[in-house]
């Protein structure tokens, strides 16, 4: 076999593989793909192409002249970047919500060992927070409301501080301690804020229609 036939049938897989992915997404990321095409792989743009003429999303290559295929400006260069679509800032929101679900579960750990060590008071606050990051969490995937963002926002925000004043009030810890800590309340603040940004966002897109 020549490496000029080996070439063909990895090009003709990687098109094929394409085509088989687009078939999944919505016709709303197809139309994506081809306004931005020159941001994708030119085989994903010509598996994209087949599959908008296949749904019928397109008559003809020309048809991505009219107005509707035309890019649209990127967004800017952001720590809380938005989808180039509906679809996939949807797609990262929920995402974020997946994470956002964990951040329940550093409470309810807590709690647990507080009760195996009878402190009981400490045990239910620690619950109490837990249940009410899941709640305000499945609130906020169910409703995008920038309401409930912001609850998160400020309950993780005082779930955080609690924490680090309990450890303090332990012992200095070691600067790995410190390290960890300082890691897990960083990424705890920064899926908040990010929810709370995607939320204005969608408010602001609903009105403006």
């Known amino acids: 076999m020549t490496k000029q036939s080996t070439k063909n049938e990895n090009e003709n897989e990687n098109e094929n593989s394409f085509e088989y992915k687009l078939a999944e997404v919505s016709d709303e990321e197809i139309i994506s793909i081809l306004r931005y095409k020159e941001h994708f792989h030119k085989k994903a743009v010509k598996a994209a192409v087949k599959e908008a003429l296949h749904r019928g999303i397109i008559n003809s290559v020309d048809d991505l002249e009219k107005k509707k295929f035309q890019p649209q400006p990127l967004q800017p260069k952001t720590i809380f970047p938005i989808g180039t679509s509906d679809a996939y800032t949807i797609r990262i929101f929920k995402s974020l919500c997946r ?32 249940f009410a990051i899941f709640f305000i969490v499945y609130k906020l995937d169910t409703t995008l409301s920038r309401q409930y963002s912001n609850y998160l926002l400020l309950l993780n925000i005082g779930t955080a ?22 890691i897990v309340v960083i990424v705890i603040l920064y899926i908040t804020f990010y929810l709370r940004k995607l939320t204005h966002y969608f408010y602001k ?3 403006a229609e």
């Open 99 to 130: 994470i956002a679900y964990g951040f329940g579960l550093l409470p309810i750990i807590y709690a647990t060992f507080q009760f195996l060590h009878h402190n009981y008071i400490n045990g239910i606050t620690a619950s109490l927070a837990g």
């Open 161 to 182: 501080i609690i924490a680090i004043l309990h450890l303090k009030s332990l012992g200095a810890p070691t600067a790995m301690d410190g390290f960890a800590i300082s």
């Open 205 to 207: 897109k609903n009105n």
